[in-house]
């Protein structure tokens, strides 16, 4: 009791602030406090102390830190605010508001409540088909419990959906993992939330699972040595909810080869054992007791070689009934495959409709060339005629002469650009200079016709005078010097 009370301290000082001991907090001193009187002074006070009381019991319902009478996801009320005993603020005085806001939004329901409303599944033909066939599961699942235990409803809806989750993602779904004995369910799912569950706590599961159509259970299968068994079995859609005779050998050879693996187990522990002791009587030499161990050990041995003959045999057959289910299931998918079909062509799909279909189609395309081809023959018509025709020979013609019109042009721009940059840089000569050098040209031309110059002979003649009238100008700078 103790050591459950420090683990619950612990989580609570983990996960809310309030419960750190390292830190002094009004607010716990407040949520520790009578305030089931705030209600009429202070509404929102008291919903947020209400509220903050909630989600710590839920967390620590969830997580398995309160344990009641077997139970890990059912409250006790008298014992509960012993549980919340704290130093130096005490007991938690307004729980039973608490607990009462809770009961009335069915957040908890006590577990007499429980036991009658969780009782048959929620479908009407499931619960004639649930007292038919587990008269004696109700008895086992319900006996007499104290008014004051109540159970936590969000904590069971969230680990009976999480376990249906956890079979649900299975790659594959046989009846090996769909069809198993309440302790291969303890096996397979006692540990959530990384706590386990105890037998009680799984019953309330797989009620509430049963409840919801998710699994089927039924009391009372007999297996391996004629024990009976709680079969457990997973619901899937469109599967009838029951557990059929085929599920029951099913049951039958399993629980046998887990006896028989049992028994394996145990008689290998035997040999090793004997084996020890032979050894150990010998160094003592010890004869008798040696040969006794020996004789032991091969006895067992020879049982074990039955026994594991007999595990393979079985494992083999519960193998093939698998094997056979499978089989089943792939042809009824194949069965509702061709129906399939059989309806698609039922509703007119034949070899006929589609050569009609593929005729109209290719008539369709037909007329859509023709379209086409009306179309190109009106422009060309409409091309010729309307008073614009051209001889193509004379347009030819006419763009060969821009062609050669563009040579010439790209062929003289070179010389052209470089007379302009000529005369740009020739210097501006006397207006005297070229007077003279006009009168000149004018009375030879008036003499005799001689032929213009080219451009570098007017290039050196123009040096020529820019030099003489720098020289017939030097005399005078200098006097003016």
């Known amino acids: 009791m103790a050591k459950r009370h420090e683990r619950l301290k612990d989580f609570l000082a983990a996960e809310y602030p309030e419960f750190d001991p390292s830190v002094k907090s009004q607010r716990l001193k407040?949520?520790?406090?009578?305030?089931?009187?705030?209600?009429?002074?202070?509404e929102f006070g008291y919903?947020?102390?209400?509220?903050?009381?909630?989600?710590?019991?839920?967390?620590?319902?969830?997580?398995?830190?309160?344990?009641?009478?077997?139970?890990?996801l059912v409250l006790d009320k008298r014992s509960l605010a012993q549980d919340f005993l704290w130093k130096n603020e005490g007991k938690p005085l307004a729980l039973d508001c608490v607990l009462d806001s809770m009961e009335k939004e069915g957040t908890i329901i006590s577990l007499q409540a429980y036991d009658r409303f969780y009782t048959t599944p929620s479908s009407t033909w499931s619960s004639w088909l649930w007292q038919r066939i587990t008269p004696n599961l109700v008895a086992s699942f319900s006996s007499t419990h104290p008014s004051s235990l109540y159970v936590v409803m969000p904590s069971v809806k969230?680990?009976?959906?999480?376990?249906?989750?956890?079979?649900?993602?299975?790659?594959?779904?046989?009846?090996?993992?769909?069809?198993?004995?309440?302790?291969?369910?303890?096996?397979?799912y006692g540990n959530c939330y990384h706590r386990p569950l105890t037998d009680n706590d799984l019953k309330l599961l797989l009620r509430y699972l049963a409840s919801k159509s998710k699994v089927v259970i039924?009391?009372?299968?007999?297996?391996?040595?004629?024990?009976s068994f709680m079969v457990i079995k997973f619901i899937e859609p469109n599967m009838p909810y029951k557990v059929t005779e085929q599920d029951k050998a099913m049951i039958s050879i399993k629980t046998t080869c887990d006896a028989l693996q049992y028994q394996t187990h145990e008689m290998q522990q035997q040999m090793e054992k004997l084996a020890i002791s032979a050894h150990e009587h010998n160094l003592k030499k010890q004869k008798p007791q040696t040969l006794y161990a020996l004789r032991r050990?091969?006895?067992?041995?020879?049982?074990?070689?039955?026994?594991?003959?007999?595990?393979?045999?079985?494992?083999?057959?519960?193998?093939k009934m698998e094997s056979a289910q499978d089989d089943m299931q792939i042809v009824q998918?194949?069965?509702?495959?061709?129906?399939?079909?059989?309806?698609?062509?039922?509703?007119?799909?034949?070899?006929?409709?589609?050569?009609?279909?593929?005729?109209?189609?290719?008539?369709?395309?037909?007329?859509?060339?023709?379209?086409e081809q009306a179309m190109v023959d009106g422009s060309t018509y409409l091309t010729e005629n309307d008073g614009t025709h051209y001889d193509d020979d004379l347009l030819l013609k006419e763009l060969e002469e821009l062609e050669q019109q563009e040579q010439q042009e790209r062929k003289e721009s070179p010389s052209q650009e470089i007379s302009q940059r000529?005369?740009?840089?020739w210097p501006s000569v006397p207006s005297a200079s070229l007077q003279s050098s006009s009168n000149t040209s004018a009375s030879s031309k008036h003499v005799v016709e001689q032929p213009s110059p080219s451009k570098e002979a007017l290039l050196s003649t123009s040096h020529a005078s820019n030099n003489e009238s720098h020289s017939d100008h030097s005399p005078k700078i200098a006097e003016l010097l």
């Not at 407040?30 to 202070?42: G, P, R, T």
């Not at 000529?422 to 840089?425: G, I, K, R």
């Open 30 to 42: 407040s949520l520790y406090s009578d305030f089931s009187k705030l209600h009429q002074v202070n």
């Open 47 to 72: 919903n947020a102390n209400v509220d903050y009381w909630r989600a710590v019991l839920l967390g620590c319902s969830l997580h398995g830190y309160l344990n009641y009478n077997g139970y890990t």
């Open 158 to 188: 969230e680990i009976a959906h999480n376990i249906y989750q956890t079979y649900t993602r299975l790659p594959v779904k046989t009846n090996v993992n769909s069809l198993m004995t309440f302790a291969d369910f303890r096996k397979q």
């Open 218 to 227: 039924e009391d009372g299968v007999h297996g391996y040595g004629s024990v």
């Open 297 to 319: 050990k091969r006895h067992i041995m020879d049982v074990l070689d039955k026994r594991l003959r007999s595990l393979a045999e079985m494992e083999t057959l519960l193998l």
């Open 333 to 371: 998918a194949f069965d509702n495959g061709a129906k399939s079909l059989r309806s698609i062509f039922a509703t007119g799909l034949s070899v006929q409709s589609v050569e009609e279909t593929m005729a109209r189609i290719q008539e369709a395309y037909d007329d859509q060339k023709d379209v």
């Open 422 to 425: 000529l005369e740009a840089s």
